[in-house]
């Protein structure tokens, strides 16, 4: 094994056996290990150098996609290490030199309650059709919940699943259903020629790993509204801003007609933040926004404001609101309430829940 290989899984070992989730390589300074939210250096290890960091990456790229990462300056894929573990990496570069960001992704798919995740996430799964996103910063969970819906799905229903990521993250053995994982730049040029492909091939449910582009939205909308459950995510911090974001990516003229199509084919949106535990380890916060007929006026009539004041209220129809959800954290001792009023909403709200 070259002497670049060889270092890299070294240093993808450490984040196996210490129980980390990020790895990051750079030159000019010690590798650094995420554990439980925290960024650790791992001192062992001299400064890289830029060789050896370029080195590390072309290791572990397709020879046929070097030539993308040297004209974009970025490349992101998935690399097995040993039969244990997959990471997704991104290469990159700072000042010239190459860096890389290594996520691991376990192997195995953790149920709802494994997760500490809210059970009515599984009524999502049992839908014919409808548009559900998970949202959050990132490093949030957000594909790890993406993985347990598509999983419980595959557990329960006899369904064509289809799922499109860059780059493909946790890899799915079919049980019930039968399951298409493409990854863009291999499999499809993009998100959005892989979806509207999806409509020639008998799929009921799709997967889109994130939507970059008011294209890729678009046909996801169009998915929902023609027969397909369709799951994804993105980059943002509550459901008002969800909805929000995703008509704003519309040409103005086209913004009133999206309002209509996702104020009747969203399903939900469920937002999420790790929150550091106790007792070790992070723990999830969330809100989950149901669409029901007092949602879909709001959408429809660009009254997004009004949307976690209908959260707040509508709990017994099975919403959370984020705030109620941290301090129930605080209440089990699950986590401090300096740490939940980190991630609150509305702190008022928060200590009154408090």
Do not use: C
Not at 12 to 30: C, K, N, R, W
Not at 84 to 111: E, K, M, S
Not at 335 to 347: I, L
């Amino acid at each position: 094994m070259a002497t670049a290989e060889k270092r890299l899984e070294e240093l993808l070992d450490i984040v196996v056996t210490q129980g980390g989730s990020d790895l990051h390589i750079f030159a000019g300074g010690p590798p650094m290990i995420r554990v439980s939210g925290a960024l650790i250096p791992i001192s062992k290890y001299p400064a890289f150098t830029p060789e050896e960091t370029e080195g590390m990456l072309k290791s572990i790229v397709p020879t046929e996609r070097w030539g993308s990462f040297q004209e974009n300056q970025t490349i992101d894929l998935s690399y097995a290490h040993g039969s244990d573990a997959r990471f997704r990496v991104n290469g990159y570069r700072v000042q010239g030199a190459t860096a890389l960001a290594l996520r691991l992704i376990p192997r195995a798919i953790h149920t709802f309650s494994e997760l500490n995740l809210p059970s009515v996430l599984e009524v999502f799964t049992q839908r014919e059709q409808g548009f559900f996103l998970v949202v959050g910063p990132v490093g949030q969970g957000k594909s790890t919940t993406l993985a347990t819906m598509i999983d419980r799905i595959n557990d329960s229903r006899s369904e064509h699943i289809l799922t499109i990521e860059d780059p493909v993250e946790y890899l799915f053995t079919p049980k019930k259903s039968l399951i298409h994982q493409r990854e863009v730049h291999i499999d499809a040029p993009d998100f959005h020629t892989a979806l509207q492909s999806a409509f020639r091939e008998d799929v009921d449910v799709i997967m889109v790993g994130e939507m970059r582009d008011y294209e890729t939205i678009s046909s996801a909308v169009t998915a929902a509204e023609t027969g397909h459950l369709v799951f994804s995510t993105l980059h943002t911090n509550n459901a008002a801003q969800t909805i929000d974001r995703i008509i704003d990516m519309f040409p103005s003229e086209q913004q009133s007609q999206v309002r209509v199509q996702l104020a009747g084919s969203l399903a939900g949106i469920f937002s999420q933040r790790l929150i550091p535990r106790i007792s070790g380890g992070l723990i999830p916060a969330y809100e989950l926004l149901i669409n029901n007929n007092a949602i879909s006026t709001l959408i429809r009539d660009a009254r997004t404001h009004e949307i976690s004041a209908v959260i707040q209220t509508s709990s017994q129809e099975g919403m959370i609101d984020m705030d109620r959800a941290l301090a129930e954290l605080v209440r089990r001792g699950e986590v401090t309430a300096e740490h939940a009023f980190e991630y609150s909403m509305d702190p008022k709200t928060f200590e009154r829940y408090l």
